[in-house]
T-cell receptor, first 113, second 111 residues
Framework: DTAVSQTPKYLVTQMGNDKSIKCEQN?????MYWYKQDSKKFLKIMFS???????INETVPNRFSPKSPDKAHLNLHINSLELGDSAVYFC????????????FGQGTRLTVV | GEDVEQSLFLSVREGDSSVINCTYT??????LYWYKQEPGAGLQLLTY?????DMKQDQRLTVLLNKKDKHLSLRIADTQTGDSAIYFC???????????FGQGTELSVKP
C-alpha cells in the first residue's frame, strides 16, 4: 500500500494554464507538506498543514493555493502557470512534532512550456 | 537564520568508505536527518539523530554529530554501486516546525 501518493506523476502544460496536483496519505498523520525541488535538486518547503490548518506558508506566490479538505489530503492548485514553475513537487506527511520521520510521495514532475 | 549546507558532489570507489558532511545554523535544531534520493524517485529516510547524541550507528551507516560546531556527517562503510544517489541532510527547526534541507550531495560510486 502506498503511504503518500501524488497524482499525476508527470504534468506537461502550457504557460497561463491552471493545474492541480493531488496528494493523499493513508498513514493517519496530522501534518502534510508541499516541497518544491528545482533543477539543481534544491528542496524548499512551500506549505505545511496540521489537521487541515495552514501552519507554514513560505513566501510562495499567491498563484499557488493549497487546499486540505481533510487531514489525509493536501492538494496544490497553481494558477497562471509560468515557465519558472517547472520543477518536481513533493508531498510529504508526518505525525505532529519533530521526533518523526517525514514520508515523501514519489513527486510530480511539472513542465511548463 | 535557517540554513543547511552540504558539498554538492562526492566520488568514491566501490568498497571504500564515503563520508558526506553537513553544517547547519540553528543550534535549537533537535533532530537531524539523512535522506536518500535515487534518480526519479522520492526521498527515503536513512537515519536520524537526536541533538543530545554524538553518534548513531545502523549497519553500514554511521552518523556523527558535533553540536558545538553544528556539523553532521554520514559515513557509509563498504560503499556499493547501489549507494549512488543524492543524499540530503535536513534539520528540524522548532521555530516554525519545519524541515530544512541541504542542497544534497550527489554520491557517485565507481566500480
Amino acid at each position: 500500500d502506498t503511504a503518500v501518493s501524488q497524482t499525476p506523476k508527470y504534468l506537461v502544460t502550457q504557460m497561463g494554464n491552471d493545474k492541480s496536483i493531488k496528494c493523499e496519505q493513508n498513514l493517519g498523520h496530522d501534518t502534510m507538506y508541499w516541497y518544491k525541488q528545482d533543477s539543481k535538486k534544491f528542496l524548499k518547503i512551500m506549505f505545511s498543514y496540521n489537521n487541515k490548518e495552514l501552519i507554514i506558508n513560505e513566501t510562495v506566490p499567491n498563484r499557488f493555493s493549497p487546499k486540505s479538505p481533510d487531514k489525509a489530503h493536501l492538494n496544490l492548485h497553481i494558477n497562471s502557470l509560468e515557465l519558472g514553475d517547472s520543477a518536481v513537487y513533493f508531498c510529504a506527511s508526518s505525525p505532529s512534532g519533530p521526533n518523526t520521520e517525514a514520508f515523501f510521495g514519489q513527486g510530480t514532475r511539472l513542465t511548463v512550456v | 537564520g535557517e540554513d543547511v549546507e552540504q558539498s554538492l558532489f562526492l566520488s568514491v570507489r566501490e568498497g571504500d568508505s564515503s563520508v558526506i558532511n553537513c553544517t547547519y545554523t540553528d543550534s535549537s535544531s533537535t533532530y537531524l536527518y539523512w535522506y536518500k534520493q535515487e534518480p526519479g524517485a522520492g526521498l527515503q529516510l536513512l537515519t536520524y539523530i537526536f541533538s543530545n547524541m554524538d553518534m548513531k550507528q545502523d549497519q553500514r551507516l554511521t552518523v556523527l554529530l558535533n553540536k558545538k560546531d553544528k556539523h553532521l556527517s554520514l559515513r557509509i562503510a563498504d560503499t556499493q554501486t547501489g549507494d549512488s544517489a543524492i543524499y540530503f541532510c535536513a534539520a528540524f527547526y522548532n521555530q516554525g516546525g519545519k524541515l530544512i534541507f541541504g542542497q544534497g550531495t550527489e554520491l557517485s560510486v565507481k566500480p
